[in-house]
């Protein structure tokens, strides 16, 4: 079959197979970009469809995933492979994914359908994960690590291939997911990677740009967010345009005027600066321009792409020169970009057969910062009298630890497993985790690693020590504590260490002006190490206030710490109850919100207000808060107006967005979530016996498939009603 | 058309005939009565009616008769009728006890007893009918002469001689006298009225003693002091009968000075007699003549004339009320003399709040069964952020300004420190380590984010909050970070609180003095509670680096004194700024050595005095002065506020030593104390709630049952809650939510939801009790749903 597509396994293929991925024997390959890794993932999946099993295809993107499902459908279809995409849609059962060979989708719908007990699951045979190094995000790293455990605790003899670029010390990570660890370094095009520090950034991308331009090559130039994205292609687009003859000109505009992209909608500003041969490319545009661009660039129309990160994870879009102009996270502006995110986008350089090397330029504001960025991302190797940087990734650390993620986590095992003790959690699902794993293998591991019940001021503080420490604490053996405050919201006192040295230790539930929890706080400037562990003053106080002050430091304590107790928050809420012998259950409730993907923060949301929602209005206000808690960002009135636009109107959707100032790209997206949490508020409302909303809920879900050409589905509820009478 | 008049037009009316009020009118009769400014009758018509009369009674006798009887029986009958109805009357109304006089005397035993304000007394007089031309004698010699501890009393009157009686008794010289002779004796009397007569001087003193045996000494030191042959021992009736002529026992019809004000009045009398005699001494000590029961007492005064002792003598409350200033001496003399003060003050049922810098001086806590100690550093942490009940727009300025003495420098311009500390005293319950400046955003990313982001802030804040990085986190945190151990209420309502503020660090013991003195500044007005400040670092300016601290000084101490009395200790007196040092009114010196304390304490001590005239030049009395350089221990010189002279004290200092209370006793007083403090709650719950709720009582409950069940709910939802709820909060639905946090039943927090931040609130523990138990009481009822 490959034969048949052209391809010839080489590099890490070729290891893969000799370490038996035709075999079915997991692998997980970490290479660079351009090495070869998805058609490891395509090799195995096609070893379980030849084998009558399905495959599993799992990407963290959307947009990834439509890239991936086209690939497979272009290359597999027409030897009678059936491949099945599906994202979103976290209500659905996904029975109609049941006759497809392979399924590509993203982690959260795996997630989804693992939850809603998907009877064809128990047919796959070969799971890739793509970009595996997502298991360190928050949240979404937690969800895939639960998705992982309950795959390979669903399905025996599972085929697992994790990929990666950019993933450091893959072999804890590999040993987890008990898969052949395949490394290499070989990239297809060498790449040189460089800090600059600029004072004047614009003047320093435009000397790299044209450079590389008059230099018959290509650069992508990435930017923090998207205005950003589109400033710099304007900047540039002048300077890109005069590089290019009337020929290439006079290409590139016949390309875009042909007849395959009349139906592609395109942002006027964005057809200008096409014109110059320049693109900004971000998740607000439409998925039609955004593969315009994209072919334009691959077939060299384009010369410069200006990008937020969307183009680069995982899409096959290289490119001679790649500038990262900013190593500040696109939300929030003090905090560094991870080295994972950093290396995929200077990933992107070297384009194979054109390229005979590939640049990789950050740029940095100051020599300090630049020296900082060197040091955070590069490992410096001298070779024949030069320095040259290698690029060093982050370990990836699970994220299932925090308090939401494992909160989460009991209700999808409380679900899956029926009454059930905490303990036998822990022991079942959580001993299987990444985390445990890591745990055991570290030596800085904290002294309690697991709490689902109640959190007290000792388990808040067993939580962020090493058991030695604690111990020592308890003890006294730090020196001696005087408690200064005990109020409502915080603990505090001095700490007189063994050397008779003081300090004034502190922990606080309060929020600073700025908002943050104030937190651990202590005067010797080490309140927190980078593992989380507390200082020994920290530790010594809270030893203290546990055993001296009780209930207060019960209170005060955990929530300084940031800890809660998942039970604890699972039956406030009303999602699990308590059954014989201790044990705890899942309600009605909690089987419903588990299996609609709700996370815990939207379920809670959504159950303070629903009773108080009782017309469209705030029903509508209702939706943005819940999409915007999930989907990140703040969504203003013109959502409201928007929503009930498409379901008053019979305008078209990207009409009524451009109306309401929405990009094209979000517009999808944003519908699928309100649809989701629209269709979970009507099946909750009527869980709850709220037949207004549920009757509002309803005409809108109705309005909403029609606008999207779906259909009435009437009041469908994704099955989720049969599961729980089952 | 009408006349033209030059005082304007004419009125078109009479405004007399158009009187609308009653009782009011306008007569041109000129009989108008001058008392009562009534109009009589004319007088034709009295002598109508007088005429009538005359007529009738001559015609008609008995008419008249008859007449004149009925009026007489009516007006016996209505006598009494009114009597008698007026005695029913009074047996039916409420009496009131009519106080005896004051003053009172009777025989006793062959004595007169007197009994006045003060008690029983026993008096004795002595009368001198015609006194010599010598009668001059030494009125001082007198005082010192008699026993005047009850009171003495010494009238000199004064009668014209008849110039026959003159000329009988050969007063006048032979040629006067042979002069007059020859003149009528309308011609010597108008001699005698033109030229001057002479006058028949008696004297009367009347000396009292508490028992009659006292009064034994009275003649022989009147003889003593005025030698006069022609003294007479009034007998015991006839100084009654002098009494009951004067009517000292049926209230006074006219003045008469008591012993207290006469003696103040002799007191003063030689300084102010001084000028006109010309002695021109500049001032001079001046030893009472009677000493003063209602003082604190001090000891006995010194007679500086034959340095015998003298009277006792001491403080009143007004004194204190009025500041006193202690110097001079050594820290143990002045710790002697302040003990004193203290046991007295206390067994008058005053408190006392003594804070001090020294060790030695903490075991005067033992003065008292009921008196606490508490060290700096150690079992007290005073807490800068706690303004103590005193108003924040008052005391957030002073904050700042104690503030300076860490940093050296003039805050003033330390705006966004101002600010923070406002906003941390506006917490409550806050401490130094909630005192940040402005808008951290950054903090978060630090690895340590509790050190305050400092960018984009004056530079005078940057340095304020560094010295309040130093109380925090720094030498001061012992001292000053964490809650208050003993808020000041609790140390002030004890009979006896010693502080002691000695953290080894000047600047840091100066910022404590000035922290302390703010907040007891910031107290009510409270007369019964006496603040001693034994060496307050703070109030000594001389010769400080940081010379800004004169008005500061100043400032405090003036509003310490309108808290309520105050004493201050002190080695030095120079130390003070002139400024703070006229805000005390009285004084009591020791020793002082150094020629810079002398100079300002002769000038406090009232020992200079400015001459009279156009060439005044201020002069210092050298005995005095030398006498302060000299003075031995347990000698003091004092001036109590109001007067102008001092004097010299032999101070009653005990010898005594107080058992220093032991550690267990100490924490036991302690634990009684401050356990008192923490049952002690001015608010009950439901009072809290309406307090906090406002208008909004059910919605508070509302918002508090949500947030029982969904916490940690984000700010959106909440508001949302509140303005689905409906009722008149909806306007005003972050005014809610504020009062709730401020109230810390609510706390305010945040969440990160795809990376975007959300604030939440989640119940404290505060609001789920308070909740709990308004639901106790109320009934529980559900916010509905699931």
């Known amino acids: ?726 | 058309m009408s006349r033209r008049l030059v005082l304007g037009p004419e009125p078109a009316f009479d405004p007399f005939k158009d009187r609308a009020r009653q009782g009011e009118g306008a007569t041109p009769s000129t009989e108008i009565r001058w008392d009562n400014r009534k109009v009589g009758h004319s007088l034709s018509l009295v002598a109508l009616v007088s005429t009538v009369t005359v007529v009738t009674g001559i015609w008609y006798p008995d008419v008249v008769l008859v007449g004149t009887a009925t009026v007489l029986i009516s007006i016996i009958i209505v006598t009494r009728t009114m009597g008698s109805s007026g005695s029913r009357q009074s047996v039916n109304d409420q009496w009131k006890s009519v106080r005896t006089g004051d003053v009172g005397f009777s025989l006793v035993e062959g004595s007169v007893q007197v009994r006045d304000v003060r008690g029983r007394k026993f008096a004795a007089a002595m009368r001198l009918d015609s006194a010599g031309s010598d009668l001059v004698g030494d009125l001082g010699a007198l005082i010192r002469a008699m026993d005047d501890s009850m009171g003495l009393f010494v009238s000199v009157s004064m009668k014209p001689e008849k110039i026959e009686n003159i000329l009988q008794k050969d007063r006048l010289s032979d040629s006067l006298a042979s002069f007059l002779d020859n003149l009528s004796k309308d011609a010597v009397g108008a001699y005698a009225a033109r030229r001057g007569g002479m006058w028949s001087t008696g004297v009367l003193a009347v000396g009292y003693g508490k028992r009659p045996e006292d009064l034994s000494g009275f003649e022989s030191a009147m003889r003593a002091a005025i030698p006069e042959r022609e003294w007479q021992r009034v007998s015991a009736n006839g100084l009654c009968n002098r009494f009951r002529k004067v009517e000292v026992d049926h209230g006074l019809t006219s003045f008469y000075a008591a012993g207290s004000e006469l003696s103040e009045w002799l007191v003063q009398l030689p300084s102010e007699l001084a000028p006109e005699v010309g002695a021109s001494v500049p001032a001079e000590f001046v030893s009472p003549i009677r000493s003063d029961e209602a003082d604190y007492a001090l000891g006995v005064s010194i007679n500086p004339e034959t340095l015998r002792l003298g009277p006792s003598v001491g403080l009143a409350d007004s004194d204190l009320e009025r500041g006193l200033l202690i110097c001079g001496g050594g820290q143990s003399e002045r710790k002697e003399l302040l003990k004193v003060i203290i046991d007295r003050l206390l067994d008058s049922g005053k408190r006392v709040l003594f804070a001090t810098g020294d060790r030695e001086a903490v075991d005067i806590a033992a003065l008292s069964e009921q008196g606490i100690s508490l060290e700096l550093g150690r079992n007290l942490v005073l807490n800068p952020i706690d303004p103590d009940g005193a108003p924040r727009s008052e005391y957030v300025p002073q904050l700042l300004t104690t503030l300076e003495v860490l940093c050296g420098m003039d805050l003033r311009g330390a705006v966004d420190l101002e600010i923070a500390l406002n906003k941390a005293v506006a917490l409550g319950n806050a401490t130094v380590a909630d005192v940040h400046l402005g808008d951290s955003s950054d903090t978060e990313n630090t690895p340590d984010s509790n050190i305050p982001v400092v960018e984009g802030h004056s530079k005078v804040s940057l340095i304020g909050i560094n010295a309040i990085r130093m109380l925090h986190q720094g030498s001061g945190a012992r001292a000053f970070y964490g809650c208050q151990t003993a808020p000041m209420s609790v140390l002030t309502e004890v009979p006896l609180a010693v502080l002691l503020l000695s953290l080894g660090s000047p600047p840091l013991d100066r910022y404590a003095w000035d922290l302390l003195c703010v907040k007891l500044a910031g107290l009510t007005h409270d007369e019964n509670l006496i603040v001693i400040l034994d060496s307050p670092d703070n109030l000594r300016v001389r010769n400080r680096q940081y010379g800004n601290r004169d008005v500061w000084s100043e400032t405090l101490l003036r509003t310490l004194k309108r808290r309520g009395p105050i004493i201050v200790g002190l080695d030095h007196p120079a130390d003070m700024s002139s400024g703070a040092l006229g805000v005390l009114s009285s004084f009591v010196s020791l020793k002082l050595r150094e020629g810079m304390d002398l100079k300002v304490a002769i000038d406090f001590l009232g020992l200079s005095v400015i001459a009279t005239g156009i060439h005044s030049k201020s002069r210092q009395s050298m005995r005095e002065t030398s006498f302060l350089r000299v003075m031995e221990p347990g000698v003091a010189l004092m001036i109590r506020g109001g007067s102008q002279t001092c004097m010299p004290v032999k101070l009653s200092l005990p010898q005594s030593d107080i058992r220093p209370l032991t550690e267990d006793e100490m924490i036991r007083r302690l634990a009684q104390v401050l356990r008192a403090d923490t049952v002690k709650s001015p608010h009950g719950p439901d009072s809290l709630l309406d307090c906090v709720a406002g208008g909004e009582r059910n919605l508070a409950l509302r918002v508090l049952r949500l947030l029982m069940k969904y916490e940690p709910l984000t700010e959106e939802a909440v508001k949302r809650f509140i303005v689905s709820s409906g009722g008149s909060a909806s306007d005003d639905v972050q005014g809610v939510i504020t009062r709730l946090e401020r109230a810390g039943l609510i706390l305010r927090g945040h969440e990160l939801h795809a990376g975007v931040s959300y604030t939440n609130y989640r119940i404290t523990m505060k609001g789920t009790m308070l909740l709990r138990e308004t639901e106790t009481k109320e009934g529980s009822k559900d916010i509905g749903g699931f």
């Open chain 1, 1 to 726: 079959m490959l034969d048949s597509i052209g391809v010839t396994p080489r590099g890490v293929q070729k290891s893969a197979i000799d370490k038996g991925l035709l075999d079915g024997k997991s692998i997980m390959v970490c290479s660079p970009t351009g090495s070869g890794k998805t058609l490891v993932g395509e090799m195995a999946l096609l070893r379980s469809v030849i084998a009558g099993k399905k495959g599993l295809y799992l990407v963290p993107l959307r947009a990834l995933g439509l890239q991936v499902w086209n690939g497979l459908r272009e290359r597999y279809e027409s030897h009678g492979i059936r491949v099945g995409l599906s994202t979103g849609d976290y209500q659905n059962e996904g029975n109609e994914l049941s006759d497809r060979d392979i399924i590509v989708t993203t982690y959260e719908r795996a997630d989804s359908l693992l939850r809603h007990g998907a009877p064809w699951l128990l047919d796959v045979g070969t799971v890739v994960i793509d970009e595996i190094q997502n298991l360190g995000e928050v949240r979404r790293g937690a969800r895939l690590e639960s998705a992982i455990i309950r795959l390979k605790r669903l399905i025996h003899d599972l085929q697992l291939i994790a990929l990666s670029a950019t993933v450091g010390t893959p072999l804890d990570l590999s040993e987890w997911l008990q898969c052949e660890l395949i490394e290499s370094d070989e990239r297809p095009v060498p790449l040189h990677c460089k800090v600059l520090s600029t004072s004047n950034k614009d003047k320093t991308v435009r000397e790299l740009v044209l450079t590389t331009i008059q230099s018959n090559g290509q650069a992508i130039v990435f930017q923090r967010t998207r205005r950003e994205a589109e400033v710099e292609c304007f900047r540039l687009a002048a300077d890109v345009g005069r590089q290019l003859t009337e020929g290439e000109k006079a290409r590139l505009d016949s390309e875009l005027g042909s007849v395959e992209n009349w139906g592609v909608s395109l942002p006027p500003e964005l057809r200008t600066v096409l014109h110059d041969g320049t693109a900004f490319h971000h998740a607000g545009l439409g998925p039609n321009a955004r593969g315009l661009v994209e072919h334009l660039f691959q077939t060299g129309r384009v010369r410069v792409v200006c990008a937020t990160t969307t183009l680069a994870a995982g899409m096959d879009l290289p490119a001679r020169t790649v500038v990262v102009t900013n190593v500040k996270t696109p939300k929030e502006h003090g905090q560094l970009l991870s080295a994972n995110r950093l290396h995929q986008m200077l990933g992107r350089a070297g384009r194979p057969n054109h390229d005979k090397v590939g640049f990789g330029v950050v740029l940095t504001g100051s020599e300090g910062e630049a020296e900082e960025a060197e040091k955070r991302y590069f490992d410096q190797v001298e070779e024949s009298g030069k320095v040259l940087l290698v690029p060093r990734y982050d370990r990836v650390r699970s994220v299932l630890n925090t308090p939401s993620s494992m909160t989460e986590l009991l209700l999808v095992a409380l679900d899956e497993q029926g009454e059930t003790s905490l303990e036998e959690v822990e022991d079942s699902l959580l001993n299987d985790s990444y985390l445990i794993h890591c745990a055991m293998q570290d030596a800085e591991s904290p002294m309690r690693l697991l709490n689902l019940g109640e959190i007290s001021a000792e388990a808040a503080i067993e939580r962020h020590a090493l058991p030695e420490s604690v111990r020592a604490a308890k003890q006294g053996s730090f020196g001696a504590v005087d408690i200064r405050e005990k109020g409502d919201n915080v603990v505090g006192a001095i700490v007189t260490d063994w050397d008779g040295s003081q300090y004034a230790c502190r922990f606080s539930s309060r929020t600073s002006f700025s908002g943050c929890l104030e937190g651990p706080q202590c005067s010797c400037g080490r309140s927190l190490d980078a593992h989380g562990m507390l200082c020994s003053h920290l530790l010594l106080l809270g030893a203290s206030a546990a055993t001296e002050l009780g209930a207060i430091a019960d209170y005060v304590i955990p929530l300084s710490l940031s800890e809660s107790s998942p039970a604890g928050i699972l039956l406030k809420l009303g999602l699990v109850e308590g059954g014989t012998a201790g044990k705890l259950k899942p309600t009605r409730l909690g089987r419903l919100i588990n299996r609609l993907y709700l996370s815990i923060p939207t379920a809670r949301e959504m159950l303070a207000l629903l009773p108080q929602t009782e017309d469209k209005t705030s029903l509508l206000w209702l939706l943005r808060h819940l999409v915007g808690i999930e989907s990140g960002g703040s969504l203003g009135e013109s959502y409201d107006q928007l929503i009930d636009a498409i379901t008053s109107n019979r305008a078209p959707i990207s009409e009524l967005a451009k109306r309401s100032g929405f990009h094209e790209g979000d517009i999808n997206g944003l519908i699928e979530t309100t649809t989701w949490l629209l269709r979970s508020i009507h099946a909750v409302g009527r869980l709850g016996g709220l037949l207004p909303v549920v009757t509002i809920a309803e005409n809108m879900i109705q309005a909403l498939d029609l606008a999207r050409g779906h259909g009435p589905t009437g009041s469908d509820n994704g099955g989720y009603e049969h599961n729980e009478s089952a």
